[in-house]
């Protein structure tokens, strides 16, 4: 039984869902799930196994920021066996071609924290996405039409900036969005030699400010989703 899950051995699939909203992993759980079993409550970061077409799939909340999502991934992976992994989190775009509630598939994530610098003594480490996760992602997201973007995220350690513009550097290297998780999930992954990908719904709009709500980012992100589960089984 790990420290932050608690779960006993078995009771989590291979694979598993990670949004960073415990409430988002209820909801999952309870909508698109057959049969979940709530495995953890550790903390209020609730996880939930079931089954998604027949198939054993987990969703465990992961908590916001590197040193959170870390632990969640690093127990699953070591405690419990999960070998693939699907970030389904909330992002603020720095494109203008990106709109809210698109989904952005990451290829890729810089950091501006010390995760990696302390990992490889002051080196950069290129985080990036299982291509076979992120092939077949882009397939299902083209089947359910919802609209997609492929490419290069940052994930950052402050949510609120001193530098307003910060972001425009980021963006003029090609950043279509900042979060703050991936490049851990994809570090971490790689280390185990398991499966990792991080799918993104734009919860905001970092140039023109507009925002969804809480129940949204909780609720809403449905074509997410199921991209994210047909895309793990």
């Known amino acids: 039984m790990s420290i932050h899950i608690g779960a006993k051995r078995g ?59 870390s632990i969640y991934v690093t127990e699953l992976i070591e405690q419990y066996g999960a070998k693939k992994l699907i970030r389904i989190g909330s992002c603020g775009s720095t494109s203008p071609e990106i709109q809210l509630r698109d989904i952005i598939i990451a290829m890729s994530a810089s950091t501006d924290a010390s995760f990696n610098k302390l990992r490889f003594s002051g080196r950069d480490y290129a985080a990036t996405a299982d291509y076979e996760l992120l092939e077949k992602a882009v397939q299902q997201a083209k089947k359910i039409h919802t609209p997609f973007h492929v490419g290069k ?19 003029d290297y090609g950043i279509l969005a900042e ?55």
Do not use: C, H
Not at 153 to 161: A, G, H, K, P, R
Not at 224 to 230: D, I, P, Q
């Open 11 to 69: 009771d989590i699939a291979e694979a598993v869902l990670l949004p960073g909203d415990p409430l988002r992993a209820r909801f999952i759980a309870e909508n698109f799930l057959e049969n979940p079993v709530e495995y953890s409550r550790v903390r209020g970061m609730y996880g939930f196994t079931g089954t998604y077409k027949g198939e054993k799939v987990s969703v465990q909340g992961t908590g916001m920021g590197i040193p959170s999502i």
């Open 153 to 171: 995220i940052l994930t950052s350690d402050t949510f609120y900036q001193d530098d307003p513009e910060d972001w425009k550097l980021w963006a």
């Open 179 to 233: 979060e703050m998780e991936t490049a851990a999930l994809y570090t971490i992954a790689a280390k185990f030699k398991v499966q990792a990908l991080a799918l993104l719904t734009v919860s905001d709009d970092i140039i023109t400010g507009a925002t969804t709500t809480s129940a949204e980012r909780e609720q809403t992100f449905t074509g997410m989703m199921e991209v994210a589960l047909n895309t793990i089984l």
